[in-house]
């Protein structure tokens, strides 16, 4: 939908500031009431979702030029769905998110879009099959050999890029949880490619659409049934974005922690005990994009001894990491600041660990800790699983 579709929108915004708090009923203290990253940190209203639409308004009417300035707005927005979550509430046509997509869109149509930082994240991806420019055959450098995928396995582990080349632990314990419970998978060392998120979320949906016609047709000639992700960033690609590109997916997509806690619910795993306290990081892929919440809490609760706080910010009112949307790439510092905020509404609950299931807001978080002092420990959900789970 180009962003002339989206004039409904635009002009049923009328303004209520919904966009930038958690909702109402849940605000327990002024310091963790805002749900969008870039109002608190920029404080302009332009910053907001709110904002953004006039902006997008602006420009359909002629009445906007870009500018450098303007094109930070635009882009120092996370993508995270906080405001969806809270005008729908209010307004149930409006679609703040999908304006959002579609200024960039546009942005990119123009000419001026994205950023430098992401036009050498496309750069790499045609080159090296991935955002970081690593070398492609690295990308199962994580998997042991010997390992037991099985080429006849009709379920199937995309791994993505971020995991392998960043946090491959969280790659061998994804594999080895299924490895674990004795369940046949197969992974792709030769023809797996980027999954184009980062790309379609800067604005370049049509280099997002070459990787989806790659990426179908590999999973499709696989006889894969049922594909498993560890990165809500790529399980999100697959089953949202890119039905939205025409794609068709001939089989279920699942991120790791819905595929476990249906085998909790069926009664087929079992954990040793933790004493730990932990909390859990809603990573907004997973959860405000694709309405997975109560599955890794289940998996946490079916610990024994596990203690699991809530942070005040939870669920659909979760606070975003600061990673998302092309910001950790070109606005360092507004991500890192993203992820402190996080860390500091960690520390109020005493946790020791925190625990999430997406590797952009793993990093983010462990790079924010790293240089700002003693934060809880922060790790995959899918690390915890792999040591307490019973073979």
Partial sequence: MPLEDCEETLELCFRCSRCKWICDWDI???????????LKKYLFDAYSAQGRMDIARALLRGELDYSDKL???IYTCTLCGGCEITCKRNHAKMEPLKVLHELRFKCVSDGKGPMEQHKKFAENIEKFHNPYGEPHEARFEWMPKGGKDSRDAEVGLFIGCTIPYRLPEVARSAAGVLETLNIKFRVFPEDELCCGGVLYRVGLASKTRELMEHNLKMIEAAGIK????ACPGC????KSIYPKLGGKLNFEAQH????????????KIRFDESHQQVTYHDPCHLGRLMGV????RRILKAIPGLKLVEMDRKMDNSWCCGAGGGVKAAFQD??????RERLEEAKTINSELLLTACPFCELNLKDSAEECGKYPQVKDILELVYEKIKS
């Fill in 226 to 229: 049922r594909l498993l992700f």
């Fill in 71 to 73: 094109l930070e707005i």
């Fill in 256 to 267: 790791m922690v819905e595929f476990l806690s249906e085998l909790l619910d069926n009664d």
């Fill in 28 to 38: 327990k203290n002024a310091e963790f009431a805002y749900i969008c990253p870039s």
């Fill in 235 to 238: 399980y999100e690609t697959f």
């Fill in 334 to 339: 507004f991500a890192m600041w993203a992820a």
């Fill in 293 to 296: 919440y109560e599955q890794p």
